[in-house]
């Protein structure tokens, strides 16, 4: 069983930037980032496989947010620039055995952080 527990949401304004991490409580294979705003489904962020070697992004956020990872501190993290305030959402961590887009593909989930961006 893997945990996973997120931190560094909170407020920031629009053009601004945060950093989300992850950080897990055993060896993980891919990871990803996941975000659900108020009123809407649960949607992909980012993906990054255990090597690095390979990422994948939603358009929403490609050339924004970054994906990134540090094995030895079992940490995925989330930069991301240039907010807009239709990036608020509930951000969760997840952890599966390939680098997929849908959410069933992944195991874990961590509790989520919240991200607000004003306007």
Do not use: H
């Not at 909170?10 to 409580?25: E, F, H, T, Y």
């Not at 390979?54 to 995925?76: E, L």
């Not at 989330?78 to 239709?86: D, R, V």
């Amino acid at each position: 069983q893997v945990q996973l527990v997120e931190s560094g949401g909170g407020l920031a304004q629009a053009g601004g930037s945060l950093r989300l991490s992850c950080a897990a409580s055993g060896r993980t294979f891919s990871m990803a980032w996941f975000r659900q705003a108020p009123g809407k489904e649960r949607e992909f962020v980012a993906t990054i496989t255990w090597s690095a070697e390979r990422t994948a992004y939603a358009d929403s956020v490609k050339g924004r947010f970054t994906i990134s990872r540090d094995n030895a501190k079992n940490t995925v993290y989330l930069q991301m620039n240039s907010l807009k305030p239709e990036d608020t959402a509930v951000y969760y961590c997840a952890a599966g055995s390939s680098t997929a887009t849908g959410q069933r593909s992944y195991n874990y989930w961590g509790q989520g952080t919240q991200v607000t961006v004003s306007s």
